[in-house]
Every structure is written in C-alpha cells, then in structure tokens.
C-alpha cells in the first residue's frame, strides 16, 4: 500500500459517493412519500425517477470501488456483535440502494399509463421489458422498500451519533468529509 495511503478512514471517492448517495437518498425518500399528501411535489416525480437512476448507477461505482478499496476497520474496542451488525446494515443499505431504484424503474415499465421516462430532460432512458402484472409487484414493493430505508437510515444516522457524541470513537470519523485549510 502505498505510503499516502491512510487506512484509518474511507478514501475520498467512497466518502464523496457516501454523502451523494445520502442526499439523493434522502431527497428522493421526501419527494416519493410526500408526493401524494402534498400535490406541489408531484411535478418533481420527474426528478424522483432521474435521481433513483443517478443513484442505481452511483451505487454500482460504489460497489465497485468497495471491491478494490475494502473499508477501514472498525474500532478494535467494538464488541463483535456490533461489528456484525455494522457489517448487516451496510449490506442491507447496498441492498437497498439497488433494490429501491430497480423497483421504481418496474413500476414505470409495466404501468399502463407509462409517463415519460427520461434523465433530467437530457436523455431518455429505456423502460425494462416487463409485464402489467411485474409492474404491479414493483409499485408493491418500492413503497415497501422505501419505508425499509426511512427506518434504516434513522437507524444509521442514529448510532452514527453514538459513535461520535457517546461512545467518543473514530467511526463516524472514517466517513466525514475532510475539509482543507489553506
């Protein structure tokens, strides 16, 4: 490894797909879960789609990067269950960021009423080859996942902040963006 290498925090390209990935996360969580109770949100349901494909992709480079530049190891004080569980969560949210976009993109290509399916008015982006009833399942199973990844992401936030304001260890340290003085 070389010698600029730091292996106690993320590398700079996991920690910026980190909090991109977040911010359009939580963006699209308000935007899909409010739409309904708050029509002034529906015309950015255009937006919504766009970014569940920016984050699908951002995620797959994501994963990629992980592969090659594994994670920096968890505090050697932390139980082991705990790691287990930080292990658990991370799977699940790689999960889910793939899971949540691929059923968004289901729902709009089996829809009868497909509306227009494009990134950000640049490009179109084709609708998947699947049934009325594939498309049902999608809908079913997007809110579903959405409401899974609301809890999650409290969940992460949350010991998140343990980590840093009770515990008093390096884990939420790994992944916070540097910032360089001049």
């Known amino acids: 490894m070389p010698a600029f290498e730091r292996t106690d925090r993320y590398s700079t390209v996991a920690i910026w797909l980190h909090w ?6 939580i963006v699209n969580l308000a ?27 951002l995620t797959l480079g994501r994963i990629a990067w992980r592969l090659s530049h594994p994670a920096p190891p ?6 082991a269950a705990e790691k287990g569980v930080a292990h658990a969560t991370h799977f699940l949210f790689y ?20 509306g227009p399916l494009n990134w950000f008015g640049l490009f179109d982006i084709p609708y998947l080859p699947v049934s009325k009833a594939a498309g049902g ?4 199973a997007h809110g579903v996942l ?37």
Request: aromatic share 4%.
């Open 95 to 114: 999960a889910l960021l793939l899971a949540m976009p691929l059923t968004g993109w289901m729902m709009v290509s089996g829809s009868e009423k497909r």
């Open 20 to 25: 991109t990935i977040a911010l359009l996360v």
């Open 74 to 79: 968890l505090p050697a004080e932390l139980p």
């Open 31 to 57: 935007v899909g879960i409010l739409h309904d109770p708050f029509p002034a949100l529906r015309p950015w349901m255009g937006a919504h789609k766009a970014i569940g494909i920016t984050v699908l992709v």
């Open 146 to 182: 959405g409401w899974l990844m609301v809890a999650l992401v409290v969940v992460h936030v949350a010991a998140a902040l343990r980590h840093h304001l009770i515990l008093r260890n390096t884990v939420l340290a790994r992944m916070a963006p540097v910032v360089r003085r001049r």
């Open 137 to 140: 399942f999608g809908h079913s």
